[in-house]
């Protein structure tokens, strides 16, 4: 900075603490530095080493600190033995390892490296089967499933730098001799140590399924792993060490028994014995799933019983084998402390849709529905819900309400027993909670003490691809926290028991590749509680890569804690609006009522929310544009004409006064509005209160002239910033719009149209396409890659023939068959994970979103298949493939009317796509393509091509 710089900062009135903003605190390698695979197998820390430009791990000034690391298997080494080997300078100490780590820590190896001494730890890692993908998740070599987890501390005061880290794997070849991989270096820093002030009203803390899961042995993993968590002003935490070895006011949750809990052999922590999740499925110890009583257990489409699914009515009924084995453990966990909530996985459509035929469900269904029985008894079961489809769907509905509220109570009477706030929290999707024509209408359930929770993992970073992919990250969990808030107020009010609350992940999406900036991390958990929900988590694995993090998450909670009192004790209101002055991607007239910025949209930018408590009002600003900072106008409404006001940002200590330089202003001079600032990327919360000088003793004063002398002077960088940023983001927000991209491929478009050739006779389904009826038929190809519509580089065309009411379809994919991923097999397993061909089918005028067919078939033929979104439906019977050495062939047969899309004379046709996913692990790359365009999602309705079926 220049000494006139400087000097202009001094002269100007708040010049020097209006902080821009934005996001800086990594700098990200271009994507093709990401993308290029390591020698051999190789580790690294997690994700600085992956895509950061100068890979650097900071510190915690006294504190340990976890440092996730990232195994990368290229050329498909053998994964029965392997060791991490992590060279720590002499004065740096690796204090813990989580489960995935066997503790041998302390027998190190001394070596040197730049001259100076450093401590070899050799650390035999246990991979899951899924922890090293081997470059299949398309280019991300570096997957972090399950990932081996060290914490280390470092001496030396904040700024200190205590020298390099360098690892290598080292692992046992096939010919039993001991290979060693490439080496990579991590640059050390440390930072200041962490102050966070801990909320008392919202609960905020972390999801680390297997960070905290610690290696039993090492004893000094559990003061580690809360310590960091109490500094971080945490007051929950998921599972990992046992209550009582933490601190006050740090409260355990638990995520529950479900399939990411190991064994506790393998080290994992131990968890409930039994937990209730998806409805009725129970997750059982040992072999208890052998005991369950044969008149409760649940029976699926074909009649037959399930092993760990119960009916519903076994729950709210409480049958005693429901008591004994499921409901009295959990209670007993909860009245000792053991656990203060209760978190289980919430998504039992796909086997309570037209499934659970039970002799109880009937009685149930009879007592609710007050039907006859003799009528219920005569359509049982299948009949009945087709015949009475909305009154089947409300019943599933009650049924799942009274399921929450028997777990609710069971949990929440044994915490208040034990002196806690525990509550049954189930995490779902926020559809539920707007809708009455899904199979769950929570609004339905009424108002009782639980946790509805909803999800958003929208825009973040994959280290495979583009970065940055949006220029308003955060957007999408502030509207959602938003939005539940809102809706749960607006069905139970605001002193309403149920309580909200809307996680975000990095690992849910990418194959665990994503990763957080530190920045984005803090603006969601913040965003989460300024929205005004009473819970704030992430979900699944820890989301502190290093202090850098752990600073914002401290950040975020300090500031939590300061203003909870007004959004969770306060009124929620809206009695202004915000209007930005600089240059700026979203435009708001001047003339903007209240009401219509009272819900935002996932494209706004600029976001704000009014809490009042005590006659001062809370107006919380959103500035969610990640590339620069924003001067806007607030104009609050509704003040007393004859009082004076102060207008204050009290974290910033800052007033703002009137053109007289008067702090106190008139209820005409905010109605007209003052102009204030929120940094890129960042929350502003600014106070409305009645005038006294006393309270605002040692602010600094911002005056209007003073405000504008600051746009002036930035606002020639701002507009550089947003000319720049709109010619990136125009076209992709153009994209992004799902009729702007199919108007831009237009000329693509319009070539997807074919007419069905009838055929003589069906083709023999034995994946060979030498059969007559495909020699006759017109092969399509000229396939697009998906999001950009560009050329592919993998070959791939289909020919379509109708015959006797079954559409048949053959497909040849061009691709090096020496390693194919086909790891799915038999029927609806994940086909779509695998190499695989995805075919969409729907009439002209679908009925809803749900309304189409879709297949998918890997190379080894196994396929996946749903209808109207039933995952359960199993209508295509007849599928085959075959493999050589340059490619596949698929034949499948689709009986148009088994789903309703026998074409008539009026609508002679069919909206139809072909998707082609390669994962070219071989070749370090994957593509998605498909011959209809498409951007958002292949489900799309948008995103057919035609098929014209010939009339007879």
């Given at each position: 900075?220049?000494?006139?710089?400087?000097?202009?900062?001094?002269?100007?009135?708040?010049?020097?603490?209006?902080?821009?903003?934005?996001?800086?605190?990594?700098?990200?390698?271009?994507?093709?530095?990401?993308?290029?695979?390591?020698?051999?197998?190789?580790?690294?820390?997690?994700?600085?080493?992956?895509?950061?430009?100068?890979?650097?791990?900071?510190?915690?000034?006294?504190?340990?600190?976890?440092?996730?690391?990232?195994?990368?298997?290229?050329?498909?080494?053998?994964?029965?033995?392997?060791?991490?080997?992590?060279?720590?300078?002499?004065?740096?100490?690796?204090?813990?390892?989580?489960?995935?780590?066997?503790?041998?820590?302390?027998?190190?190896?001394?070596?040197?490296?730049?001259?100076?001494?450093?401590?070899?730890?050799?650390?035999?890692?246990?991979?899951?089967?899924?922890?090293?993908?081997?470059?299949?998740?398309?280019?991300?070599?570096?997957?972090?499933?399950?990932?081996?987890?060290?914490?280390?501390?470092?001496?030396?005061?904040?700024?200190?730098?205590?020298?390099?880290?360098?690892?290598?794997?080292?692992?046992?070849?096939?010919?039993?001799?001991?290979?060693?991989?490439?080496?990579?270096?991590?640059?050390?820093?440390?930072?200041?140590?962490?102050?966070?002030?801990?909320?008392?009203?919202?609960?905020?803390?972390?999801?680390?399924?297997?960070?905290?899961?610690?290696?039993?042995?090492?004893?000094?993993?559990?003061?580690?792993?809360?310590?960091?968590?109490?500094?971080?002003?945490?007051?929950?935490?998921?599972?990992?060490?046992?209550?009582?070895?933490?601190?006050?006011?740090?409260?355990?949750?638990?995520?529950?028994?479900?399939?990411?809990?190991?064994?506790?052999?393998?080290?994992?922590?131990?968890?409930?014995?039994?937990?209730?999740?998806?409805?009725?499925?129970?997750?059982?110890?040992?072999?208890?799933?052998?005991?369950?009583?044969?008149?409760?257990?649940?029976?699926?489409?074909?009649?037959?019983?399930?092993?760990?699914?119960?009916?519903?009515?076994?729950?709210?009924?409480?049958?005693?084998?429901?008591?004994?084995?499921?409901?009295?453990?959990?209670?007993?966990?909860?009245?000792?402390?053991?656990?203060?909530?209760?978190?289980?996985?919430?998504?039992?459509?796909?086997?309570?849709?037209?499934?659970?035929?039970?002799?109880?469900?009937?009685?149930?269904?009879?007592?609710?529905?007050?039907?006859?029985?003799?009528?219920?008894?005569?359509?049982?079961?299948?009949?009945?819900?087709?015949?009475?489809?909305?009154?089947?769907?409300?019943?599933?509905?009650?049924?799942?309400?009274?399921?929450?509220?028997?777990?609710?109570?069971?949990?929440?009477?044994?915490?208040?027993?034990?002196?806690?706030?525990?509550?049954?929290?189930?995490?779902?999707?926020?559809?539920?909670?707007?809708?009455?024509?899904?199979?769950?209408?929570?609004?339905?359930?009424?108002?009782?003490?639980?946790?509805?929770?909803?999800?958003?993992?929208?825009?973040?970073?994959?280290?495979?691809?583009?970065?940055?992919?949006?220029?308003?990250?955060?957007?999408?969990?502030?509207?959602?926290?938003?939005?539940?808030?809102?809706?749960?107020?607006?069905?139970?009010?605001?002193?309403?028991?149920?309580?909200?609350?809307?996680?975000?992940?990095?690992?849910?999406?990418?194959?665990?590749?994503?990763?957080?900036?530190?920045?984005?991390?803090?603006?969601?958990?913040?965003?989460?509680?300024?929205?005004?929900?009473?819970?704030?988590?992430?979900?699944?694995?820890?989301?502190?890569?290093?202090?850098?993090?752990?600073?914002?998450?401290?950040?975020?909670?300090?500031?939590?804690?300061?203003?909870?009192?007004?959004?969770?004790?306060?009124?929620?209101?809206?009695?202004?609006?915000?209007?930005?002055?600089?240059?700026?991607?979203?435009?708001?007239?001047?003339?903007?009522?209240?009401?219509?910025?009272?819900?935002?949209?996932?494209?706004?930018?600029?976001?704000?929310?009014?809490?009042?408590?005590?006659?001062?009002?809370?107006?919380?600003?959103?500035?969610?544009?990640?590339?620069?900072?924003?001067?806007?106008?607030?104009?609050?409404?509704?003040?007393?004409?004859?009082?004076?006001?102060?207008?204050?940002?009290?974290?910033?200590?800052?007033?703002?006064?009137?053109?007289?330089?008067?702090?106190?202003?008139?209820?005409?001079?905010?109605?007209?509005?003052?102009?204030?600032?929120?940094?890129?990327?960042?929350?502003?919360?600014?106070?409305?209160?009645?005038?006294?000088?006393?309270?605002?003793?040692?602010?600094?004063?911002?005056?209007?002239?003073?405000?504008?002398?600051?746009?002036?002077?930035?606002?020639?960088?701002?507009?550089?910033?947003?000319?720049?940023?709109?010619?990136?983001?125009?076209?992709?927000?153009?994209?992004?719009?799902?009729?702007?991209?199919?108007?831009?491929?237009?000329?693509?478009?319009?070539?997807?149209?074919?007419?069905?050739?009838?055929?003589?006779?069906?083709?023999?389904?034995?994946?060979?396409?030498?059969?007559?009826?495909?020699?006759?038929?017109?092969?399509?190809?000229?396939?697009?890659?998906?999001?950009?519509?560009?050329?592919?580089?993998?070959?791939?065309?289909?020919?379509?023939?109708?015959?006797?009411?079954?559409?048949?379809?053959?497909?040849?994919?061009?691709?090096?068959?020496?390693?194919?991923?086909?790891?799915?097999?038999?029927?609806?397993?994940?086909?779509?994970?695998?190499?695989?061909?995805?075919?969409?089918?729907?009439?002209?005028?679908?009925?809803?979103?749900?309304?189409?067919?879709?297949?998918?078939?890997?190379?080894?033929?196994?396929?996946?298949?749903?209808?109207?979104?039933?995952?359960?439906?199993?209508?295509?019977?007849?599928?085959?493939?075959?493999?050589?050495?340059?490619?596949?062939?698929?034949?499948?047969?689709?009986?148009?009317?088994?789903?309703?899309?026998?074409?008539?004379?009026?609508?002679?046709?069919?909206?139809?796509?072909?998707?082609?996913?390669?994962?070219?692990?071989?070749?370090?790359?994957?593509?998605?393509?498909?011959?209809?365009?498409?951007?958002?999602?292949?489900?799309?309705?948008?995103?057919?091509?035609?098929?014209?079926?010939?009339?007879k």
């Open positions: 900075m220049s000494l006139i710089t400087i000097l202009m900062a001094v002269l100007t009135p708040g010049v020097a603490t209006f902080d821009s903003g934005g996001i800086h605190a990594l700098e990200i390698k271009p994507l093709e530095e990401r993308r290029q695979p390591p020698s051999d197998a190789a580790v690294t820390a997690y994700p600085m080493g992956v895509v950061e430009v100068k890979p650097t791990f900071h510190f915690i000034e006294g504190t340990p600190t976890s440092m996730m690391l990232a195994l990368a298997n290229p050329l498909s080494r053998p994964k029965t033995e392997w060791w991490v080997c992590v060279d720590l300078p002499e004065a740096v100490k690796l204090v813990a390892v989580n489960a995935y780590v066997d503790w041998d820590t302390r027998k190190t190896q001394a070596v040197e490296h730049d001259g100076r001494r450093h401590a070899r730890h050799k650390l035999r890692v246990k991979p899951a089967s899924d922890s090293i993908h081997m470059g299949k998740a398309r280019q991300a070599w570096y997957a972090n499933r399950r990932p081996p987890v060290i914490w280390v501390t470092a001496p030396g005061a904040a700024g200190s730098s205590p020298g390099k880290a360098r690892m290598a794997v080292e692992y046992r070849a096939k010919d039993g001799t001991l290979k060693r991989g490439p080496e990579s270096t991590i640059e050390l820093a440390v930072l200041p140590r962490l102050e966070a002030v801990r909320p008392t009203l919202t609960r905020t803390g972390l999801m680390g399924r297997c960070t905290v899961s610690y290696n039993p042995s090492n004893a000094d993993a559990p003061a580690a792993i809360l310590g960091i968590q109490a500094a971080m002003g945490c007051n929950l935490y998921f599972d990992g060490p046992p209550q009582k070895l933490a601190p006050e006011g740090l409260k355990r949750w638990t995520e529950g028994w479900n399939q990411w809990q190991a064994a506790q052999s393998a080290g994992r922590h131990i968890v409930p014995g039994v937990a209730i999740s998806d409805g009725s499925l129970l997750h059982l110890p040992g072999r208890m799933a052998e005991t369950i009583p044969d008149e409760i257990r649940f029976v699926d489409i074909n009649g037959n019983r399930m092993g760990n699914v119960v009916s519903p009515w076994s729950i709210y009924e409480r049958h005693p084998w429901v008591v004994r084995n499921v409901l009295k453990p959990m209670g007993n966990a909860a009245a000792k402390g053991e656990y203060e909530s209760f978190w289980a996985n919430w998504e039992p459509q796909p086997y309570l849709r037209d499934a659970g035929f039970s002799e109880g469900t009937k009685r149930s269904f009879i007592r609710w529905s007050k039907m006859p029985a003799d009528e219920v008894e005569k359509l049982w079961p299948h009949e009945l819900v087709r015949t009475y489809s909305d009154k089947w769907r409300a019943f599933r509905g009650w049924e799942l309400g009274e399921i929450v509220k028997v777990c609710a109570k069971t949990i929440r009477t044994a915490s208040l027993k034990a002196g806690n706030d525990g509550h049954y929290m189930i995490a779902t999707s926020a559809d539920y909670m707007y809708t009455d024509e899904r199979m769950m209408d929570c609004a339905a359930w009424g108002d009782f003490p639980y946790v509805f929770q909803t999800w958003s993992y929208h825009n973040t970073p994959q280290v495979h691809e583009s970065y940055p992919m949006t220029d308003l990250r955060g957007a999408s969990q502030l509207v959602r926290s938003a939005r539940l808030a809102r809706r749960l107020d607006e069905l139970f009010g605001t002193q309403r028991q149920v309580r909200g609350t809307c996680k975000y992940a990095w690992d849910q999406s990418g194959y665990c590749s994503g990763y957080m900036v530190p920045e984005h991390f803090g603006f969601r958990h913040l965003s989460s509680a300024l929205a005004g929900l009473e819970i704030v988590h992430n979900y699944g694995e820890w989301p502190v890569f290093d202090g850098r993090w752990a600073h914002e998450l401290a950040r975020a909670n300090t500031r939590i804690a300061r203003w909870e009192p007004f959004v969770l004790t306060g009124v929620k209101q809206r009695r202004h609006v915000v209007v930005p002055t600089s240059p700026y991607p979203q435009n708001v007239p001047q003339h903007v009522q209240p009401e219509d910025q009272a819900v935002s949209s996932w494209h706004d930018y600029l976001h704000s929310f009014e809490y009042e408590k005590d006659g001062q009002r809370l107006i919380a600003v959103a500035n969610a544009w990640d590339f620069g900072e924003v001067f806007f106008t607030l104009r609050a409404m509704d003040l007393d004409p004859d009082r004076k006001y102060m207008l204050t940002e009290p974290e910033a200590r800052r007033v703002f006064t009137n053109a007289e330089r008067r702090t106190a202003l008139t209820a005409g001079q905010l109605a007209e509005g003052i102009t204030l600032h929120v940094g890129a990327h960042r929350w502003g919360c600014f106070l409305l209160s009645p005038h006294s000088e006393s309270a605002i003793e040692g602010f600094d004063r911002v005056t209007p002239a003073g405000m504008i002398a600051v746009l002036q002077r930035r606002a020639a960088a701002l507009r550089d910033t947003f000319e720049e940023q709109d010619r990136i983001w125009s076209v992709k927000r153009e994209i992004a719009n799902r009729h702007g991209f199919v108007a831009q491929i237009a000329p693509v478009c319009a070539s997807r149209l074919l007419v069905l050739h009838t055929a003589d006779r069906a083709p023999d389904i034995d994946g060979s396409l030498d059969d007559a009826c495909w020699k006759t038929a017109a092969p399509q190809g000229d396939f697009r890659t998906a999001q950009d519509c560009d050329q592919v580089s993998y070959e791939t065309s289909f020919r379509a023939v109708v015959h006797g009411g079954t559409l048949y379809v053959g497909v040849d994919c061009r691709q090096d068959m020496t390693a194919p991923a086909a790891f799915a097999s038999g029927r609806d397993g994940r086909a779509w994970r695998d190499d695989s061909v995805e075919i969409f089918l729907n009439g002209l005028e679908p009925g809803d979103e749900e309304d189409y067919c879709q297949v998918v078939v890997n190379p080894n033929g196994a396929f996946y298949d749903r209808w109207r979104g039933d995952k359960s439906w199993n209508g295509i019977e007849h599928v085959a493939t075959r493999t050589s050495a340059d490619g596949w062939t698929l034949e499948i047969a689709i009986p148009l009317e088994t789903i309703d899309m026998v074409p008539g004379a009026h609508d002679p046709a069919l909206r139809f796509n072909l998707v082609r996913n390669v994962i070219d692990s071989k070749h370090n790359r994957g593509e998605k393509s498909s011959w209809f365009p498409s951007w958002a999602a292949h489900s799309d309705f948008l995103a057919r091509g035609t098929l014209l079926v010939p009339m």
